[in-house]
């Protein structure tokens, strides 16, 4: 048998300090659903605005619009990247004629080509003539050619021969190109 | 010494219908509380990286929907012109018939004999060109002709299609020989991404192609290729 039940009322002092301690709890709960509630519902509105599924969405419907146009989309990259590479090719390619154009400008008209070599790097001439004013000119204007930065930047002379039984003067030269 | 306390059911019910109204308004404090903790923070916390997923889809979205539109606005018979005119340019293989024609009608404009020509195919496996980054064709030319039908000839040959680039010159009494890249590119277009920006063709680009086409086409590349064989187009 229970000998241990408090069946008197608590005084009024003790009921008051209930009642006040009741009605914290009651207020503090209140309080608590109601921004717990109203955060929630804040939270639910911010995240439905800042979700991105619906751009997702959107993003679906212009990504099955663009897979139609697949084949357009191709022909545009390849065109546009074969340009890009055409565009490289043609800069950076070198104007042969241009160079062939100057250094044959450099040889005076009584003067015959016997070789010419042109590569990137250098230009290798040997040029024959009956008199030695022309080959004289030659030199000159390739002189002129180097303090102008014309095409090449130096050169040397490599041989000088001279056939006196048939009274040709011959020269090799090898100039750097720029 | 702590004392044995038994506790049985009318004794928590007693406590219960004594405490109900605190058990009541406490429960709901401390069920908000935890709702507040392990929800609404952590939720809070995520916004950021929402917003900033929420942009990054944004910026896709517009360039999905820029894709789209230039796609759409862009006409069909001028793109496959362009593409076919770039094609001509820099062919996705070695066009030897190309070559031929470029050889043929540089020749014929400068008047230059052509002598003899031989091709150096290369190695095969050898993707592109260590110089120029791009693969091509060597080949080595032989022509009878003076100094200014040279000159004649390589402004011809630089003014054709497939694009070529002379890398010697050999000029000896009476005859020459002519050293020359010709370029030829494949473009990859099994690893095109839909979400890359697309850029329509620039104005640097459509003077290029005016370029292109003004030069003189080798007759035989215009021809158009019978059904079955392989076109211009990629596709």
Redesign the interface.
């Known amino acids: 048998m229970?000998s241990d039940?408090n069946l008197v009322f608590p005084n009024s002092a003790e009921a008051i300090k209930e009642e006040r301690?009741?009605d914290l709890?009651?207020m503090?709960?209140i309080v608590?659903?109601s921004?717990?509630g109203l955060?929630?519902v804040v939270?639910f509105l911010?995240?439905s605005q800042?979700?991105?599924a619906s751009?997702?969405e959107?993003?679906q419907a212009?990504?099955r619009?663009?897979?139609e146009?697949r084949?357009?989309?191709?022909?545009?990259?390849?065109?546009?990247?074969?340009?890009?590479?055409?565009?490289?090719?043609?800069e950076?390619?070198?104007?042969?004629?241009q160079v062939?154009?100057d250094i044959?400008g450099a040889i005076p008209p009584d003067t015959?080509?016997?070789?010419?070599?042109?590569?990137?790097k250098k230009v290798s001439l040997t040029a024959t003539s009956t008199s030695l004013l022309p080959l004289d000119a030659l030199i000159d204007n390739l002189i002129k050619m180097v303090k102008d930065r014309k095409i090449i930047n130096s050169f040397t002379i490599e041989n000088f021969t001279t056939d006196s039984k048939n009274g040709i003067y011959s020269v090799s030269i090898v100039a750097r190109r720029l | 010494m702590k004392e044995k306390t038994n506790i049985d059911v009318?004794?928590l019910r007693?406590i219960y219908s004594r405490y109900k109204?605190?058990i009541?308004?406490?429960g709901?404090?401390a069920i908000?509380?935890f709702?507040?903790i392990f929800?609404?923070i952590p939720?809070?916390l995520e916004?950021s990286e929402?917003?900033k997923?929420?942009t990054?889809?944004?910026k896709?979205?517009q360039v999905?929907?820029g894709?789209?539109f230039?796609?759409?606005t862009?006409n069909?018979n001028d793109?496959?012109q362009?593409?076919q005119t770039?094609?001509r340019?820099?062919p996705s293989s070695k066009d030897f018939e190309g070559i031929l024609n470029a050889i043929s009608l540089a020749s014929n404009k400068s008047g230059a004999s052509l002598n003899d020509y031989s091709f150096v195919v290369g190695e095969l496996s050898k993707s592109s060109d260590a110089n120029?980054?791009?693969p091509s064709v060597k080949l080595t030319l032989s022509l009878r002709a003076s100094?200014?039908q040279?000159?004649?000839f390589?402004?011809n040959l630089?003014e054709t299609v497939p694009?070529s680039?002379?890398?010697?010159?050999?000029?000896?009494?009476d005859s020459v020989a002519i050293t020359a890249l010709f370029?030829y590119?494949s473009?990859d277009?099994n690893s095109?991404s839909?979400e890359a920006r697309?850029?329509?063709?620039s104005p640097?680009?459509l003077t290029?192609?005016d370029t292109?086409s003004s030069w003189d086409t080798p007759f035989a590349s215009v021809v158009s290729t019978p059904e079955g064989t392989k076109s211009a187009?990629?596709?």
Do not use: W
């Open positions: 229970k039940i301690i009741i709890l009651r503090s709960a608590s659903v921004l717990t955060f929630s939270l911010i995240i800042v979700s991105p751009i997702k959107k993003e212009a990504l619009g663009i897979l146009l084949s357009k989309e191709a022909r545009l990259i390849v065109v546009n990247t074969k340009l890009e590479d055409v565009e490289k090719i043609i950076k390619r070198q104007k042969y004629e062939m154009e044959v015959s080509i016997n070789s010419l070599d042109i590569d990137s | 009318e004794t007693i109204k605190h009541i308004y406490g709901a404090i908000c509380l709702f507040f929800f609404t939720k809070t916004l929402l917003n997923e929420r990054v889809e944004i896709k979205l999905l929907n894709n789209l230039l796609l759409r862009l069909d793109l496959d362009k593409l770039a094609s340019a820099l120029s980054g791009f100094s200014s040279i000159i004649a390589l402004k630089s694009l680039e002379v890398t010697n010159i050999s000029q000896k009494k370029y590119k473009v277009t095109l839909s697309l850029s329509g063709i640097k680009h290029l192609i292109i187009s990629p596709f």
